[in-house]
Structures are given as structure tokens and as C-alpha cells.
């Protein structure tokens, strides 16, 4: 009997708390939920946390921006240097680094086919010769009427047939770097040279002595350094500050005492996938230790412009992106974007671009620690 008595109690306990009327259920559970990217304080967890509030200044942002980049050369610059046809290295005295002058002999190819060539050429000339004597002895009998204008006509066309041939197996010898012009029984050679067509330097010797290369390889390839530049690689965020002209400083990498002033000459529309540009500079004193694919680091004192700015700490990176945080009241703060651009003197600059912050206060001390708490709370709202 007791045991029911008890039974009996217990679920009229239960059977009053679930109709309990809404009126008295707890008030946070009659709070809408917060936003997702908005986290609330009272005064002791503000004061825990050390929040401070002000609003962003304008101030003068003239500062240094440091940045990657490489040696680089305008295609046009950079000469991959084949052989027409094949055959085998038979010299030369290239290393990377060699200076070359234009016109100069840098290799001598070898190859059986080379003296064929010239052997046609020979031939064809002189076949040329006799048809030429031949059309004009043809010519004058066929205006005598000694001969069927048909044999002339025949003629004729053997010499323009000849011609071609002629004209054809030259230019494939100008090809080689043999000037048929001067090629004589006694001159031919087996051997054909190689000539730079640039002043320049080595930048890579891809053959050896005796090896036998196809039309397709490239033996050497030249770099002229009259046109070599600096590609500098800068984030999107900090592409707006450059321009035609800012003056900077790079240093090799591997060779850090060694300055080099360079000057923008061109600043990219492109942005690549991770976000970042590419500016390119022109040398002032390149010289001749600059080899393409050499690492840079580099140097751009930017100019002075007025700009929205906040302090370092009021920014926070979440998730590869810049924020802020903004209040109202100075309870409820939202994590808004902003475009992170120049920092000096532990401010930075707010770009144009995201919500106008000139008039709002935002959290200048403890974003991180707003931060951890928002994601924390997102995190047991899950």
C-alpha cells in the first residue's frame, strides 16, 4: 500500500511541471536566439576580458611593405637556342654565366646531311648556268624562226624550274648558317656554326660535345639582360598602393648585403587563386649576377595617404579573413568583415570596399577574447 501511495505522488509531481503555464518557464528561455556571428557580455565578463571601445581615425599611413618575388625576363628576352637540323655538337665553350655578343659563334654542329645540302646547291647552280646559256640560245633562234616557239616555251620553263630549286636549297643552307653566296666547290664543309643573336649571357647549356640533337632540342638558352625585371608577388589587399613608378629595394635571397633599387613599371589585374598579384619592377643597375629564377625579397616605402584606420589588435584573422568587432550598445558585439590594407605605427588601414565603420565604435582591446567566446558559444549551440 505504500508503495502505490508513493507512485501516485511522484506522477502528479511530473504531471504539474509539464503543465506548467509558459508564463513561468525561466526567462532565458523566452530569449530569442542569438545571431550567429554576434556575441553579448554582461559588465563582469566585459571587465574579465578587458574590452575597450572606440572608433576607427583617420590618420596618415605611409609605410613599408615587404613582399617576395623572382628574377624574371619578358619572353622576348629569354632565346632557346635549336639547330635546324639534326646533328652532332662537334664544339663549343658555353657554361652558364658566359657572356655572348651578337653574331658570335657560340657551337659548330657536324653532320653528313650538311654536305648533301651544299652538294644540291652546287648542282643546282650550275644546272642553272647552262639553262640560262641555253634560253638565250633558244631565244634567239626562236626569234630567227629556227626553232618551234613550243622548244623555247619548253626551255623557258626549265630554267624557271631551276631557279626555284636553286632559290629553295639556298635558304635551307641560310637556315644551317652556311651563306650560299660564297659557297664554292673548294668550301664545302661538313660542318655548319652555331651564331648568338643576341648580347647576353648563358643562362643554360642543356648539351655535350658528341651528342647528336634533333631539330626540336634546345642546345642553349640566352638571357638578355638589358630588359630583365623583378616580379614581385603582394597580396590582393595591398595591390590599390602601388602604381607606375614606386620606387623600392630588392636583395637576392642567398645574397642579402647585395642592394638593388628597382621602380614599378607594371602593376597586374590578374589575381591568382591564393589571392595574390604580381608587380613588376624594372632594374636601375641590374647587372650580371642576375640570373632568372633567382629569389628576391623586397622593400616599397609607400605613399603617404589618408586613410580609415584601428589598432593592430582590434583585427582579428578568422578563417583566412579580416574582422572587426561592432557594437551599438556596448553589450552586443558583431564580428563584421573589414579589408585589411597597409599597417604603420600599430594601426591599420580599413580599405574601401566593406561596411562603412567611420561612425562605429568597435572592440579596440580583447577582440581575440570576444572571438573565443563566440565560437565557443557557436560551438555548444551544435
Known sequence: MRKIFIYIVITGFLYACNNQPAAEKSPAENQPAPDNNTVTLDSVQKKNAGIVLD?????????????????DVPPQNLISISFPMGGYLK?????PGSQVAKGEIIGTMEDQSYVQLQQEYLTAKANMEYLSADMDRQRTLSEADAISKKRYQQVLNEYKTAQVTLKAVGEKLRI???????????????????YSPINGYVTKVNVNIGRYVMPSDVLFELVNPEDIHAAITVFEKDIPAFHKGLQGKVTLVDRPDKVYDIETILVTKNISDNRSGLIHCHFENPGHDLLPGMFLNATFEMDSQ?????????VVRYMGKDYVFVTKDGNSFTLTPVNAGLK???????????KDLGNEKIVTTGAYALLGKLKNTAGEEE
Do not use: C, F, W, Y
Open 55 to 71: 572608433s576607427p581615425r583617420t590618420a596618415n599611413i605611409h609605410a613599408t611593405l615587404r613582399a617576395t618575388g623572382m628574377v
Open 91 to 95: 664544339s663549343t665553350r658555353l657554361l
Open 176 to 194: 644551317i648558317n652556311i651563306n650560299p653566296d660564297k659557297l664554292t666547290v673548294g668550301s664545302i664543309s661538313r660542318t655548319a656554326p652555331i
Open 306 to 314: 589618408q586613410a580609415l584606420t584601428v589598432p593592430e589588435e582590434a
Open 344 to 354: 604603420e605605427n600599430n594601426r591599420i588601414q580599413l580599405l574601401p570596399g566593406g
